[in-house]
């Protein structure tokens, strides 16, 4: 069964400083991994997503995620956080060889981000 | 303006009362969900389709139904089987091939009085 963890509720960092919020996954066959962002009372908003090829993904606000196969993990960071980061943020798999379109979310880290 | 509308943003119901949830899409996306949040559980697929006049269940199927007639629209109805609806439900869709993103709606937060 597909599954996502991501193992801190919350993580907090100061303004300038880089973060780091972590996820891991488990699946039968190959990932097609997401990260997604949401605000307070507000849907999710697509952040990036690893599909094949470079373990380093690029996305929107200046978000990074790197990809490691043997650790099953995928990670998002930032070189160096705003104030306007903090949000709620959702990990998201779906397995290469399962058909079904869904996408499964983990339980999601509130990121503070302390001026 | 292209995207995901639910409607509405805050709903009321009385226990032992059906409702129903409005999501539609101008997407042109096959595919459909429909999620539930819950304070600390994360999202929970509650039913998904991936074409019109078809859907699956998710997760946490029981005490909901859902439709398919038009491609745009994947309304869920959140019944009185379901023992504890107060949730912020959210729908979103994806285009067909599996490496694309899920589009989110807005949501709707619906509080059992």
């Known amino acids: 069964a597909q599954s996502v963890a991501q193992p801190e509720d919350q993580v907090n960092v100061a303004e300038g400083n880089p973060l780091t919020v972590k996820c891991t996954y488990s699946?039968?066959?190959?990932?097609?991994l997401f990260w997604y962002v949401q605000y307070p009372n507000r849907g999710l908003q697509f952040l990036l997503k690893?599909?094949?090829?470079?373990?380093l993904v690029k996305g929107s606000y200046g978000f990074e995620a790197e990809f490691n196969k043997s650790q099953t993990s995928f990670h998002l960071k930032k070189p160096s956080a705003l104030v306007s980061d903090s949000a709620l943020y959702f990990c998201a798999v779906r397995d290469i060889r399962d058909s079904s379109y869904k996408l499964i979310f983990g339980s999601g880290t509130r990121l503070l981000v302390r001026p | 303006d292209g995207g995901i509308t639910q409607s509405p943003k805050y709903l009321f119901r009385k226990e032992g009362q059906n409702v129903t949830l409005s999501c539609e899409q101008n997407?042109?996306?096959?595919?459909m969900y429909w999620y539930r949040q819950d304070p600390g559980q994360g999202l929970r697929l509650i039913y998904y389709s991936q074409i019109v006049n078809d859907f699956q269940k998710g997760d946490i199927a029981e005490g909901y139904s859902v439709s398919r007639e038009k491609k745009e629209s994947f309304p869920l109805t959140v019944t009185s089987a379901q023992k504890n609806p107060t949730a912020f439900y959210l729908c979103?869709?994806?285009?067909?091939?599996?490496?694309?993103?899920?589009?989110f709606g807005q949501g709707t937060r619906l509080t059992v009085v």
């Open positions: 979103a869709s994806s285009q067909g091939p599996l490496n694309t993103e899920a589009f």
């Open positions: 699946v039968s066959g190959n990932p097609y």
């Open positions: 690893y599909i094949t090829g470079d373990n």
């Open positions: 997407l042109n996306h096959d595919a």
